[in-house]
């Protein structure tokens, strides 16, 4: 997990809706990335570069019946997994 970092989207990424879902495309990789609660929260919190910790603080914010750490771990993967597939850039 990178959480110490700022996040921001790459802008190569757009944004497409297919009946009500949402998908990140990226030219390069060209496979849609379909977005859950999660990855959604986050890329809507990515507008502006944001700082690891102040994702998880304000998804935490958003599912308050949630645990907080559990917010933190599902928050923290979904982010690698958008790092990873180069939807999301660190710096």
Not at 25 to 52: C, F, M, N
């Amino acid at each position: 997990m990178r959480a110490a970092g700022r996040y921001f989207r790459n802008p190569a990424v757009t944004l497409a809706e297919l009946e009500g879902q949402f998908f990140l495309v990226e030219p390069k990789v060209g496979q849609p990335y379909h977005l859950d609660t999660i990855t959604s929260g986050i890329w809507r919190l990515l507008e502006t570069p944001v700082a690891g910790p102040e994702i998880f603080e304000a998804l935490a914010e958003a599912f308050p019946e949630e645990p907080p750490e559990q917010i933190v771990d599902d928050s923290a993967r979904a982010l690698d997994d958008l790092l990873a597939a180069g939807f999301v850039r660190e710096g």
